[in-house]
């Protein structure tokens, strides 16, 4: 039995991954997810900003991060540092400020680009997602599972559900320029 919502499902993940990468750019204006990506190495593992220590966005372009652990201060610091976020965190004890910069013209173009790329990655999975389906269709149009007329309606369903989601992931970029051009 050929299950589409199973694909679909996979697909809506892709999608689910792709907006994630996408809050974690920095696109001038403070946000506290910036930092979902960034992994500090604390106690012998890679751990997220938010497991050692609290983030509030006070103003429009600052972060703050309370570290718990007065010895970690200087990890995240580094972690931060090593990230592409292009940050320069300033250290008050146990409280990290993380000025957020206003975006120049050339950092916007380099963003634009990498969401782009961002997004034609998700594409790509997408339509993996899709082969995945149509090869599955195939085996059981050869195993006689399922009827060739049973097998093209699934096909055109699964194909209908890609376009879908592709059209999904070019709004979600050309929403996300926006934003980056209009700051």
Sequence with gaps: MFDEKSY?????KAIEVF????????TGRANAAMLDLVKVDVYGQ???????????????????????????????????????LGLNPQIDGQLIRLPVPELNEERRTELKKLIK???????????????EANEELKKLLKS??????????????VQTITD????????????????????
Excluded at 144 to 157: L, R, T
Excluded at 166 to 182: A, N, P
């Design 19 to 26: 907006s994630k990468e996408l809050t974690s750019l920095r």
């Design 117 to 131: 790329s961002i997004g034609e990655k998700c594409k790509v999975s997408i339509r993996n997602i899709r082969r």
């Design 144 to 157: 006689k599972e399922i009827g060739e007329d049973e097998e093209k309606s699934s096909e055109k369903n």
């Design 46 to 84: 890679q751990m997220p900003i938010n497991q050692v220590g609290s983030i509030t966005t006070p103003e429009p372009r600052m972060i703050n991060i309370q570290v718990w652990d007065a010895n970690n201060v200087s990890l995240v610091d580094a972690a931060i540092q090593k990230s592409d």
């Design 8 to 12: 679909s499902l996979k697909m809506d």
């Design 164 to 183: 879908e989601h592709i059209k999904t992931v070019d709004e979600k970029v050309s929403l996300k320029e926006k934003e980056i051009m209009t700051i």
